[in-house]
Nanobody, 122 residues
Framework: VQLVESGGGLVQPGGSLRLSCAAS????????MGWFRQAPGKEREFVAG????????TYADSVKGRSTISRDNAKNTLYLQMNSLKPEDTAVYYC????????????????WGQGTQVTVSS
């Protein structure tokens, strides 16, 4: 199983980024997917999750209204559109796959990508 994130980078406060996660080696449409992030010195935290079909989504309060998670099951790809970025959004962003459901506890997710760095700074 491989989950490969891309789309991170340096962006100014108020800017936008679109993260992608390309999945291979798993039946993508059978897995719930999620985005997590980890800032230096902090624990990994849930950002957003999406059901297998894409019908149901859930967000952390910290990104709700500024971010949109989506998926394209035909392309085996997960996305996270982030707008109005803040310095506190700076972190390594990870995508993850879980066959059981969208849960906020990172330890319950089965597969992880290597992460992509997002830095919000002027």
């Amino acid at each position: 199983v491989q989950l490969v994130e891309s789309g991170g980078g340096l962006v100014q406060p108020g800017g936008s980024l679109r993260l992608s996660c390309a999945a291979s080696g798993l039946a993508f449409s059978s897995y719930h997917m999620g985005w997590f992030r980890q800032a230096p010195g902090k624990e990994r935290e849930f950002v957003a999750g999406i059901s297998k079909s894409g019908r149901d989504t859930t967000y952390a309060d910290s990104v709700k209204g500024r971010s949109t998670i989506s998926r394209d099951n035909a392309k085996n790809t997960l996305y996270l559109q982030m707008n109005s970025l803040k310095p506190e959004d700076t972190a390594v962003y990870y995508c993850a796959a879980n066959i059981g459901g969208v849960v906020r506890e990172p330890r319950l997710w089965h597969y992880w990508g290597q992460g992509t760095q997002v830095t919000v700074s002027s």
